[in-house]
């Protein structure tokens, strides 16, 4: 990995850094203390894509270590994006903690006032900005909802990372310092990015049977409009979806179908 894609920057105070680490500590702000987990959503944001080994890579997908798909995954996911001009594949959305990301959208509008030509025109501002759901999250975010895409799994092109607009954000968040100073994740920041500088109808949900438990509140409709797609897909493998009431219901309803032969390991939902 080329030095500079991990270690801290040197525009980075390091005496900043440890009071705001010792900050972030007292207000319960997870992995606040872990240096390389700072590094890591750095790199995750604005440095993956760079790695000379995926130099001519367009697509990826993000396999989290010990995972475990529910489903048998029988078609090519990069083949069904491009063919459907997608750029962006997510299971759930997740509100984060609003404090660790607290100048995150203050920087973003900073950002927005000095390029307002990146916004894309059929962009989910109403998504990102939404107050009505977790007000408090909104209040404490300065006007961020917090809603992202949980990047523990996605279906990306990597194009769109590469492209000015996502680049000059990164560029801006990078020179903020909050990475660092806070603990702004990979998963937000390539929600904000996505959500500004994309065509949201080419975000694609990669839907499953059940509606989460009230800890992982679904936040998807309201961006995708449950555009559910015909094929089986892939469960997040922290939902022991098989388990849960919801899909027994499910399964009692007709609204979702066991594939012969393979149990509860086969559950997957189809558009009728």
Not at 6 to 20: C, F, H
Not at 114 to 138: F, G, V
Not at 178 to 196: C, K, M, N, Q, T
């Amino acid at each position: 990995m080329p030095k500079d894609h991990w270690e801290i920057p040197p525009w980075i105070n390091s005496d900043l850094l440890r009071e705001s680490s010792d900050l972030l500590m007292e207000n319960g702000v997870q992995y606040a203390e872990e240096k390389s987990y700072h590094q890591m959503c750095r790199w995750n944001s604005g440095k993956f894509y760079h790695h000379p080994a995926l130099k001519d890579v367009r697509w990826y997908w993000r396999v989290e270590p010990g995972v475990h798909f529910f489903c048998d995954v029988d078609y090519d996911v990069f083949r069904y994006m491009e063919d459907n001009d997608k750029l962006y594949g997510f299971v759930i959305n997740l509100y984060d903690s609003p404090e660790s990301i607290e100048t995150l959208w203050p920087q973003t509008l900073e950002f927005l006032a000095e390029h307002p030509e990146y916004i894309h025109k059929n962009n989910a501002m109403e998504w990102l900005t939404d107050s009505t759901n977790r007000p408090e999250h909104n209040r404490k975010a300065n006007g961020y909802s917090t809603c992202h895409f949980w990047s523990n799994f996605e279906i990306a092109d990597m194009n769109f990372w590469r492209s000015k607009p996502y680049e000059d954000y990164f560029e801006h968040l990078d020179r903020a310092g909050g990475f660092f100073y806070e603990r702004w994740g990979d998963a937000p920041v390539h929600s904000i990015g996505l959500g500004l500088f994309a065509d949201k109808n080419k975000i694609h949900w990669y839907f499953y049977p059940p509606p989460p438990p009230p800890r992982l509140p679904y936040v998807a409709d309201q961006l995708t409009q449950r555009q559910v797609p015909r094929h089986r897909i892939p469960a997040h493998p922290l939902l022991q979806l098989s388990q849960q009431p919801q899909v027994q219901e499910a399964l009692h309803a007709g609204n979702v179908h066991r594939r012969p032969g393979v149990g509860r390991r086969g559950l997957s939902r189809e558009l009728v």
